[in-house]
């Protein structure tokens, strides 16, 4: 009788490596329905064990700081108002400074503005859309990127798709809600159909291309080693509030035909 060689009575146990993302463990314990997960380095030596509570207590603090980055919100600790006030200047000073090129944009429509009025009562409503969309797509992808799932590519194109859809219906309401509105106050422009066409149409392509900018910025920053929660909250509501207002007011320009109305 062959004598049993300790090889044919091992058993596998899942590990995982001592630099591997924490949610990589927590699903692996998940998945094999244990609550204790070896830890191994590079050369296959055991380094110690990470229990469930033990992972999930890390995972709750890394969710927590990906939200304070992604609010642009520097991480602090400190309990003192002073300093807290200082850690968050200069965060809000860097917001203040990338919102300059919205009015930058805004001023270069000037001319439209003042003849069309009636277009300024749009506008909110036009960056808003686009805003709440692309938050709603970025909140998916940070969340693809951070559990490392594959099919992003698919799930990008099911993102684009549904802002596509959900924009041509959005902004046929906005289309009947406008010209309603324009035309009960016939002072505020003598073309209602018109200036209800620009905000249909500019509602619809702001809501189609915000999820688009949700998913590449978030992806780049991944390419170029840059952790997507830290700078695509703040960069894609500018990025995103740039494209809205020079889509809407660019359209008034071409679709007014130059004639300005008082």
């Known amino acids: 009788k062959v004598p049993t060689t300790i090889k044919d009575i091992i058993e596998e146990y899942p590990y995982v490596y001592d630099k591997d993302p924490i949610i990589e463990t927590i699903t692996k314990i998940r998945n094999y329905a ?4 070896p830890v191994l380095n590079e050369n296959q030596a055991l380094l110690g064990i990470v229990t469930l509570d033990d992972a999930l207590d ?7 700081e990906d939200f304070e980055r992604l609010a642009a919100l520097p991480v602090t600790t400190d309990k003192n108002v002073f300093k807290t ?35 300024i009562i749009f506008q909110p409503l036009i960056s808003g859309s686009a805003g709440n969309v ?9 969340k693809m990127l ?12 099911r993102e684009i798709i549904t802002g596509l859809i959900n924009g041509l219906v959005i902004g046929v309401i906005a289309f009947g809600v406008t010209f309603l509105f324009t035309s009960i106050n016939s002072s505020l422009t003598s ?9 249909g149409l500019s509602l619809w392509l702001t809501v189609l291309i915000a ?19 830290v700078a695509s909250g703040p960069f894609i509501t500018t990025l995103i509030d740039i494209s809205a207002i020079s889509l809407y007011f660019g359209l008034a320009t071409i679709l007014l035909g130059g004639v300005w109305y008082g």
């Open 34 to 37: 244990i609550y204790e997960m």
């Open 146 to 157: 951070s559990k490392n799932e594959e099919g992003i590519g698919k799930n990008s194109t």
């Open 134 to 142: 692309a938050t709603q797509t970025l909140a998916v992808t940070l």
């Open 58 to 64: 890390i995972y709750e603090e890394e969710a927590q």
């Open 211 to 229: 999820p688009m900018i949700a998913v590449v910025v978030p992806l780049i920053l991944k390419a170029l080693k840059i952790d997507p929660a």
């Open 191 to 199: 073309t209602p159909l018109i200036i209800a066409l620009i905000v």
């Open 85 to 119: 006030a200082m850690h968050r200047f200069p965060w809000l000073l860097m917001l203040l400074v990338i919102s300059i090129p919205i009015s930058l944009v805004t001023s270069m429509f000037e001319d439209v503005l003042a003849a069309v009025a009636v277009l």
